[in-house]
């Protein structure tokens, strides 16, 4: 691991260091041992290293006939030695095809991949295991196979045989994926190996795709290399996609691969798909975000074609009609068909504002044949299915929005699809079962988060409610946004839905319900259609809300017992309110006059001494009362 991370510093900040003698003498024989005799990971790394550090070939020439005298059955160190030459064929092409003919053809093919051994070598039956406990014969096929693809990605596009070795090494992969891994079909290989096999044949066809090789691939290759995303291994799958994932995020793979996505919608376990929806959400954000900046750059309006997601559906009714399980008779593959469908529509319809658009990219694939047999009336009904299965998905669960034709003109891609001629009939025959339902409402795993709770009332289409979880989806860009030059017909603004917390034993108001009428709210509770009612949910009281009823209650006890010890005043008659300004008057006067009539009390005689007040012995407690309430009120 030392040596390795070595490696990688001299890769990433080694410059020419011819100059120093001294130092470039001692480091090229220390590469040189560890290309021929390393482990293949530091044979790999020291190839790298010497192409960074040095810029006269004249040492990889001798390495090179190093590594030709090396390639014998027998040799302990062959596995480092085919490594070492992936990495020139790479780096070194010129040197390489000196020899090309005497290391592929006759010993990579005729000596390794095409030759196995007399003798089953089967270790264990498990589908995936450790790099460790695979077979030595099949990690020469596997460093056998990424020289082939390294030797076509480093050969001059200039010249003219680039095409037919490119064709002949796309011919060799595309067989190691139909033959499950084993080439030569004797079962000598275990699963385990036969799954290593699939998965480097499958990243082969993804490299030579980013590297230029992909107007190489047909579309029967490209479908049987979308099929590896339904492996029987999960570790192939998951390997697979990942590496699908980089290379339509960098945008090193052409439009057509995010279409390998939607057969991941048959996955079973759900961390997985989780994470395959996060990378298909990642992607489709990524290419909006790059084609608004741009069309910012270019006024061109045909980059739409390469760079947005909405152009791959085509791609998707090809891979999906050509599928060897579909047919358009059976409702549980149509259910299938339909979750892949699903899978691709929900992150690339997340703000319903391309509804028309899509309607009208199905529409007019309807109105097209199969490219490579437009006679074959099956493959064409199978195309007509997949598009009414797909509208069918979009009227379910898009809103009610305004039905109007897309304005703009839809693009489909040659290889795919052709016109059916002007003189032939509009296509608008449905090609599903008649008693087929895309999203049914009893039993379906859906049916609570989508349908309507009852089934009298008309369904209300709505945005779906599941949403997937990941930071790119949050502030995703709509479709809209990125095609401001074409004028859609806008969706209806919709109200925020907000949730009701029953609270006990005081309903708590929630923001914009009425103050007075909290019976009535602006929205409604959408029910499981399997339940009856929505329960309530009941919040526990927090501890900060514990204690201060806690303190509120010694509060009123003690207000209590002070008033147990208070003597009860006797309360007056009761009397009629009188304005601030009589009473002011009355209060001037001496007292203020009594309500009834019936009952007078004697006048109190006042000394000049007392300023108008009266006398400490002969004063009258009514008196005192009412100035008290007059101060009060002043």
Known sequence: QIVQDCLHTLINIG?????????????????????????????????????????????????????????????????????????????????????????????????????????????????????????????????????????????????????????????????????????????????????????????????????????????????????????????????????????????????????????????????????????????????????????????????????????SLPYIVYLLSHHKSFTRTNTKILNIFRDCLWFFLEPLILKCDNYEFLRKMFETIKQTVDAEEPNNMEINKNIYAVCDLAMGILTDKISSVSLGDFPGKVVLPKVLFKSRGKEATPNDVKYLPPDYVIFPEKGSKNEAVFKSPSSGTPKKRGRPSKKIKSDSMNDSISFNEITSDIELTP???????????????????????????????????????????????????????????????????EEDDAKQKMPVPVRSSPRKRRGIQQIILEADSGGLEEESTSTKKPKVETDSSTNGHPQSDTFSGDSIKNRRRVRKRR
């Open 15 to 311: 410059k020419p260091i011819d100059k120093f003698s001294s130092i470039a003498g001692c480091l090229q024989q220390i590469l040189h041992q560890l290309a021929m005799k390393g482990s293949p990971k530091i044979a790999k790394y020291s190839m790298k290293c010497i192409n960074t550090v040095y810029s006269e070939t004249s040492t990889v020439e001798r390495l090179f006939n190093g590594f030709i005298s090396g390639l014998q059955l027998d040799n302990p160190q062959l596995h480092t030695i085919l490594v070492s030459l992936s990495q020139v064929a790479r780096l070194y092409p010129d040197i390489f095809n000196t020899q090309y003919k005497k290391i592929i053809y006759k010993f990579i093919v005729d000596e390794i991949l095409v030759l196995d051994k007399n003798e089953p070598d089967i270790t264990n039956d498990e589908l995936w295991c450790s790099w460790d406990e695979v077979s030595e014969h099949t990690k020469l096929k596997i460093a056998g196979i990424k020289i082939l693809v390294s030797w076509v990605i480093g050969y001059s596009p200039k010249k003219r045989d680039r095409m037919s070795h490119c064709r002949s090494v796309l011919t060799l992969l595309v067989e190691i994926l139909n033959s499950d891994g084993d080439l030569q079909q004797k079962g000598h290989i275990s699963l385990s190996d036969q799954s290593y096999m699939r998965l480097t044949a499958a990243s082969g066809l993804l490299k030579l795709s980013r590297y230029g090789c992909s107007d190489y691939i047909t579309m029967d290759q490209f479908q049987l290399l979308s099929t590896t995303a339904q492996d029987q291994c999960d570790e192939v799958r998951e390997i697979f996609l990942t590496k699908l994932h980089h290379g339509v995020r960098h945008l090193s793979l052409p439009l057509k691969y995010i279409a390998i996505f939607c057969l991941a919608g048959v996955e079973i376990e759900k961390e997985a798909k989780t994470r395959i929806r996060t990378m298909l959400s990642s992607n489709i954000q990524c290419r909006r975000e790059y084609y608004k900046k741009q069309s910012q750059l270019t006024t061109s309006s045909d980059t739409s074609v390469h760079l947005l997601p909405e152009y």
């Open 491 to 557: 969706s209806p603004v919709k109200r925020k839905r907000t949730t009701a917390n029953v609270t006990s034993p005081v309903t708590r108001k929630t923001k914009g319900s009425p103050k007075k009428k909290q019976t009535k709210l602006p929205f409604r509770i959408k029910q499981s259609p399997m339940t009856t009612s929505t329960p309530a949910v009941v919040q526990k009281p927090s501890k900060k809300n514990a204690k201060r009823k806690v303190l509120q209650e010694e509060r009123n006890n």
